[in-house]
């Protein structure tokens, strides 16, 4: 059965790969366990799996879009051994305050802010209020409720740092990204 009427938003660093600072290249690339196979039961469902990450490293200078396309290219690739994939990756080059022209800038894009899932629903007409939003931070979880998204933190990243933080923003905490679809599993099962 495929459910394409909504998708599972999720954030990058910390939730599916561990969080390293400024992730720049491949060789930094390292999958949380449990978190391929947390994709691919959801690409079994036939729920779209899109990556929303704030890329602020890019306006400071410290990595290049190419670079980040290479990170996401190798992603793709660790994912494919474990017959996961992901749907599409969104992400924020720009910060507000710090960094280079032009990606220093008050984008709509960066979380907090909802631009990311907005744009996904605008290429592909996800119904957001029936999405999920996944991750680890606090930004997180304000993301998903701008939309009206059920939210969903995990422990992995930040996710324990920032749980007492993200309290009365989430609908769900789970030790990772493999709890946080059996969640949802429970849900769309329904």
Do not use: W
Request: hydrophobic share 35%; glycine share 10%.
């Amino acid at each position: 059965m495929e459910h394409k009427d909504f998708a599972v938003f999720v954030d990058r660093d910390g939730t599916i790969n561990v969080d390293v600072d400024f992730l720049s290249s491949p060789g930094q690339l390292q999958l949380i366990p449990r978190s391929a196979d947390a994709i691919r039961e959801l690409n079994e469902l036939g729920i779209p799996v899109i990556v929303v990450t704030n890329q602020s490293g890019i306006a400071r200078g410290l990595y290049s879009e190419a670079d980040l396309g290479a990170v996401h290219l190798a992603m793709d690739r660790m994912l494919q051994e474990h017959g996961a994939s992901v749907t599409r990756y969104y992400y924020c080059p720009h910060h507000p305050r710090e960094g280079v022209a032009p990606y220093v800038t008050d984008c709509p894009c960066r979380k907090p802010k909802p631009g990311m899932l907005q744009d996904a629903q605008r290429e592909f007409g996800f119904d957001l209020t029936r999405s999920f939003m996944i991750g680890d931070k606090k930004i997180d979880m304000e993301a998903g409720r701008a939309v009206g998204a059920a939210t969903i933190q995990v422990g992995t990243g930040y996710g324990e740092g920032e749980r007492d933080a993200a309290e009365g923003l989430r609908d769900h905490f789970a030790a990772d990204l493999y709890g946080a679809v059996q969640y949802i599993k429970s849900i769309v099962n329904q």
